[in-house]
Nanobody
Framework: DVQLVESGGGSVQVGVSLRLSCAAS????????MAWFRQAPGKEREFISY???????KYADSVKGRFTISRDNAEKTLTLQMNSLNSEDTALYYC??????????????????WGQGTQVTVS
């Protein structure tokens, strides 16, 4: 079974940085895409970034140039470095695993795994 545990969230001021981490368990976790999503109050869950097994990464336009995703397969961890935070980054941030690479994109379908989330509040 796969378990994901996020950490690193908090309440920060506009302009500062935070680093989120996701610790994963499961023997096949490294074979699939991993990603970060977020959900702000009253809004739908939003894709932020993914890291595919072969090293391909993708970012949402809203975070491109500010956020950096990294992955350590040996440690089974996924990290999101977030710089220049603003109030629109306030959300519950989720780690996801088990995404399928389609040849062009990572897709997180019903069989994907999700963490419980870590709250980021920027004010």
């Amino acid at each position: 079974d796969v378990q994901l545990v996020e950490s690193g969230g908090g309440s920060v001021q506009v302009g500062v940085s935070l680093r989120l981490s996701c610790a994963a368990s499961g023997s096949t976790i490294n074979d699939y895409c991993m990603a970060w999503f977020r959900q702000a109050p009253g809004k739908e869950r939003e894709f932020i970034s993914y890291f595919a097994r072969m090293g391909t990464t993708k970012y949402a336009d809203s975070v491109k140039g500010r956020f950096t995703i990294s992955r350590d397969n040996a440690e089974k961890t996924l990290t999101l470095q977030m710089n220049s935070l603003n109030s629109e980054d306030t959300a519950l941030y989720y780690c996801a695993a088990g995404g399928i690479w389609t040849g062009r994109n990572c897709v997180f379908a019903s069989g994907s795994y999700w963490g419980q989330g870590t709250q980021v509040t920027v004010s």
